[in-house]
T-cell receptor
Framework: KAGVTQTPRYLIKTRGQQVTLSCSPISGHRSVSWYQQTPGQGLQFLFEYFSETQRNKGNFPGRFSGRQFSNSRSEMNVSTLELGDSALYLC?????????????FGPGTRLTVL | GENVEQHPSTLSVQEGDSAVIKCTYSDSASNYFPWYKQELGKRPQLIIDIRSNVGEKKDQRIAVTLNKTAKHFSLHITETQPEDSAVYFCAAISNFGNEKLTFGTGTRLTIIP
Protein backbone atom coordinates (compact mmCIF):
# COMPACT_ATOMS: atom_id res chain seq x y z
CA LYS A 1 0.00 0.00 0.00
CA ALA A 2 1.45 3.38 -0.96
CA GLY A 3 2.30 5.73 1.86
CA VAL A 4 1.36 9.36 2.38
CA THR A 5 2.68 11.53 -0.42
CA GLN A 6 3.25 15.26 -0.45
CA THR A 7 3.98 17.63 -3.30
CA PRO A 8 6.08 19.51 -3.93
CA ARG A 9 8.97 18.28 -1.79
CA TYR A 10 10.82 21.57 -1.91
CA LEU A 11 9.62 25.10 -2.51
CA ILE A 12 11.28 28.50 -2.50
CA LYS A 13 9.12 31.60 -2.28
CA THR A 14 9.58 35.27 -1.46
CA ARG A 15 7.87 37.29 1.22
CA GLY A 16 4.34 38.32 0.36
CA GLN A 17 3.71 35.44 -2.02
CA GLN A 18 1.28 32.65 -1.38
CA VAL A 19 1.81 28.90 -1.57
CA THR A 20 -0.31 25.77 -1.86
CA LEU A 21 0.90 22.40 -0.62
CA SER A 22 -0.73 19.09 -1.41
CA CYS A 23 -1.11 15.86 0.55
CA SER A 24 -2.44 12.51 -0.64
CA PRO A 25 -3.29 10.18 2.24
CA ILE A 26 -2.90 6.44 2.38
CA SER A 27 -5.70 4.73 0.49
CA GLY A 28 -8.67 4.26 2.82
CA HIS A 29 -7.56 6.98 5.21
CA ARG A 30 -10.07 9.76 5.58
CA SER A 31 -8.41 11.98 8.17
CA VAL A 32 -5.56 14.33 7.25
CA SER A 33 -3.65 16.50 9.71
CA TRP A 34 -1.08 19.17 8.95
CA TYR A 35 1.94 20.11 11.07
CA GLN A 36 4.65 22.72 10.87
CA GLN A 37 8.11 21.59 11.96
CA THR A 38 10.83 24.09 12.79
CA PRO A 39 14.04 23.69 14.79
CA GLY A 40 12.87 26.14 17.43
CA GLN A 41 9.20 25.16 17.84
CA GLY A 42 9.24 21.46 17.05
CA LEU A 43 6.09 19.90 15.61
CA GLN A 44 3.15 22.28 15.78
CA PHE A 45 -0.37 21.22 14.85
CA LEU A 46 -1.97 23.31 12.12
CA PHE A 47 -5.33 21.69 11.40
CA GLU A 48 -7.12 18.42 10.80
CA TYR A 49 -9.64 17.51 8.12
CA PHE A 50 -12.09 14.64 8.04
CA SER A 51 -14.83 14.10 5.49
CA GLU A 52 -14.03 17.44 3.87
CA THR A 53 -14.60 19.29 7.15
CA GLN A 54 -12.06 20.97 9.39
CA ARG A 55 -12.33 19.26 12.78
CA ASN A 56 -9.57 20.97 14.70
CA LYS A 57 -7.35 23.97 14.30
CA GLY A 58 -4.10 24.90 15.98
CA ASN A 59 -2.90 28.33 17.03
CA PHE A 60 -1.85 29.73 13.68
CA PRO A 61 -2.96 32.97 12.02
CA GLY A 62 -5.69 33.08 9.41
CA ARG A 63 -3.03 33.20 6.67
CA PHE A 64 -2.86 29.45 7.08
CA SER A 65 -5.84 27.64 5.62
CA GLY A 66 -6.65 24.25 4.22
CA ARG A 67 -9.26 22.10 2.62
CA GLN A 68 -10.01 18.49 1.89
CA PHE A 69 -11.51 17.01 -1.23
CA SER A 70 -13.99 14.19 -1.60
CA ASN A 71 -11.15 11.74 -2.35
CA SER A 72 -9.55 12.71 1.02
CA ARG A 73 -6.67 14.54 -0.62
CA SER A 74 -5.89 17.74 1.21
CA GLU A 75 -4.27 21.05 0.44
CA MET A 76 -2.98 23.76 2.69
CA ASN A 77 -2.48 27.34 1.66
CA VAL A 78 -0.34 30.04 3.19
CA SER A 79 -0.96 33.57 2.02
CA THR A 80 1.23 36.63 2.41
CA LEU A 81 4.30 34.57 3.27
CA GLU A 82 6.64 35.74 6.02
CA LEU A 83 10.24 34.75 6.65
CA GLY A 84 9.13 32.88 9.76
CA ASP A 85 6.97 30.57 7.65
CA SER A 86 10.10 28.78 6.47
CA ALA A 87 9.66 25.26 7.79
CA LEU A 88 9.04 21.63 6.98
CA TYR A 89 5.31 21.11 6.50
CA LEU A 90 4.20 17.59 7.26
CA CYS A 91 0.87 15.99 6.71
CA UNK A 92 -0.28 12.80 8.39
CA UNK A 93 -3.19 10.54 7.59
CA UNK A 94 -5.24 8.06 9.57
CA UNK A 95 -8.36 6.05 8.89
CA UNK A 96 -10.36 8.02 11.39
CA UNK A 97 -9.74 11.15 13.45
CA UNK A 98 -8.81 11.37 17.09
CA UNK A 99 -7.26 8.46 18.93
CA UNK A 100 -9.03 5.81 16.92
CA UNK A 101 -6.17 5.18 14.55
CA UNK A 102 -2.47 5.81 14.20
CA UNK A 103 -1.26 8.75 12.15
CA UNK A 104 1.24 8.10 9.37
CA PHE A 105 3.38 10.95 8.16
CA GLY A 106 4.29 12.02 4.66
CA PRO A 107 7.84 13.04 3.68
CA GLY A 108 7.02 16.73 4.06
CA THR A 109 7.37 19.85 1.96
CA ARG A 110 10.32 22.03 2.83
CA LEU A 111 9.31 25.65 2.32
CA THR A 112 11.93 28.36 2.24
CA VAL A 113 10.78 31.98 2.28
CA LEU A 114 13.35 34.52 1.12
CA GLY B 1 -5.08 22.75 26.07
CA GLU B 2 -2.64 19.90 26.32
CA ASN B 3 1.01 20.61 27.08
CA VAL B 4 3.65 17.90 26.63
CA GLU B 5 7.14 18.30 28.07
CA GLN B 6 9.96 16.02 27.00
CA HIS B 7 13.35 15.41 28.61
CA PRO B 8 16.20 15.32 27.94
CA SER B 9 16.57 17.37 24.77
CA THR B 10 19.79 15.52 23.90
CA LEU B 11 21.04 12.14 25.02
CA SER B 12 24.23 10.27 24.21
CA VAL B 13 24.66 6.65 25.20
CA GLN B 14 27.27 4.00 24.52
CA GLU B 15 26.27 1.33 22.05
CA GLY B 16 24.72 -1.57 23.92
CA ASP B 17 23.55 0.56 26.84
CA SER B 18 19.95 1.57 27.50
CA ALA B 19 18.33 4.92 26.76
CA VAL B 20 15.34 6.42 28.55
CA ILE B 21 13.31 9.42 27.40
CA LYS B 22 10.61 10.89 29.61
CA CYS B 23 7.51 12.93 28.87
CA THR B 24 4.88 14.57 31.05
CA TYR B 25 1.47 15.77 29.96
CA SER B 26 -1.00 18.17 31.47
CA ASP B 27 -4.44 17.03 30.28
CA SER B 28 -5.70 14.18 32.44
CA ALA B 29 -8.16 13.29 29.67
CA SER B 30 -5.32 12.31 27.32
CA ASN B 31 -5.50 8.60 26.66
CA TYR B 32 -3.28 7.81 23.67
CA PHE B 33 0.49 8.27 23.69
CA PRO B 34 2.52 7.51 20.55
CA TRP B 35 6.26 7.77 20.10
CA TYR B 36 7.79 8.78 16.78
CA LYS B 37 11.35 8.42 15.51
CA GLN B 38 12.65 10.88 12.98
CA GLU B 39 15.96 10.21 11.27
CA LEU B 40 17.81 13.07 9.67
CA GLY B 41 15.96 14.31 6.60
CA LYS B 42 13.19 11.76 6.93
CA ARG B 43 9.58 11.72 8.05
CA PRO B 44 8.55 10.89 11.63
CA GLN B 45 7.71 7.21 11.94
CA LEU B 46 5.64 5.61 14.66
CA ILE B 47 7.74 3.18 16.68
CA ILE B 48 5.42 2.34 19.56
CA ASP B 49 2.26 3.62 21.20
CA ILE B 50 0.29 3.02 24.35
CA ARG B 51 -3.31 3.61 25.37
CA SER B 52 -4.41 4.59 28.82
CA ASN B 53 -5.85 1.21 29.71
CA VAL B 54 -2.38 -0.38 29.95
CA GLY B 55 0.67 0.54 31.98
CA GLU B 56 3.39 -0.93 29.80
CA LYS B 57 3.92 -2.13 26.25
CA LYS B 58 6.96 -3.78 24.76
CA ASP B 59 8.13 -4.43 21.22
CA GLN B 60 11.51 -6.15 21.01
CA ARG B 61 14.11 -3.64 22.27
CA ILE B 62 11.59 -0.84 22.74
CA ALA B 63 9.18 -0.40 25.62
CA VAL B 64 6.88 2.35 26.80
CA THR B 65 5.54 2.81 30.32
CA LEU B 66 2.64 4.99 31.37
CA ASN B 67 1.81 6.38 34.79
CA LYS B 68 -1.61 8.00 34.52
CA THR B 69 -1.65 9.17 38.12
CA ALA B 70 1.59 11.10 37.71
CA LYS B 71 0.76 11.98 34.08
CA HIS B 72 4.03 10.82 32.65
CA PHE B 73 5.19 8.23 30.16
CA SER B 74 8.62 7.02 29.14
CA LEU B 75 10.35 5.37 26.21
CA HIS B 76 12.95 2.72 26.98
CA ILE B 77 15.39 1.44 24.36
CA THR B 78 17.61 -1.44 25.43
CA GLU B 79 20.77 -2.78 23.77
CA THR B 80 21.07 0.38 21.72
CA GLN B 81 22.54 0.24 18.23
CA PRO B 82 23.96 2.97 15.95
CA GLU B 83 20.77 2.91 13.86
CA ASP B 84 18.83 4.05 16.94
CA SER B 85 20.44 7.48 16.52
CA ALA B 86 17.60 9.87 15.64
CA VAL B 87 15.26 12.45 17.13
CA TYR B 88 12.45 10.92 19.17
CA PHE B 89 9.14 12.68 19.77
CA CYS B 90 6.50 11.79 22.31
CA ALA B 91 2.90 12.90 21.84
CA ALA B 92 -0.43 12.82 23.59
CA ILE B 93 -4.03 13.05 22.46
CA SER B 94 -7.40 12.96 24.10
CA ASN B 95 -10.62 11.76 22.53
CA PHE B 96 -12.55 14.32 24.51
CA GLY B 97 -12.82 17.88 23.35
CA ASN B 98 -10.03 19.06 21.09
CA GLU B 99 -8.63 15.84 19.66
CA LYS B 100 -5.34 17.11 18.36
CA LEU B 101 -2.01 15.37 18.74
CA THR B 102 0.32 17.47 20.88
CA PHE B 103 4.02 16.71 20.52
CA GLY B 104 6.92 17.05 22.89
CA THR B 105 9.91 19.08 21.75
CA GLY B 106 11.98 16.05 20.82
CA THR B 107 15.07 14.25 22.09
CA ARG B 108 18.14 13.91 19.92
CA LEU B 109 19.56 10.48 20.73
CA THR B 110 23.13 9.72 19.69
CA ILE B 111 24.52 6.21 20.02
CA ILE B 112 28.28 6.20 20.45
CA PRO B 113 29.91 3.17 18.77
Amino acid sequence: KAGVTQTPRYLIKTRGQQVTLSCSPISGHRSVSWYQQTPGQGLQFLFEYFSETQRNKGNFPGRFSGRQFSNSRSEMNVSTLELGDSALYLCASSRNPGISDTQYFGPGTRLTVL
Amino acid sequence: GENVEQHPSTLSVQEGDSAVIKCTYSDSASNYFPWYKQELGKRPQLIIDIRSNVGEKKDQRIAVTLNKTAKHFSLHITETQPEDSAVYFCAAISNFGNEKLTFGTGTRLTIIP
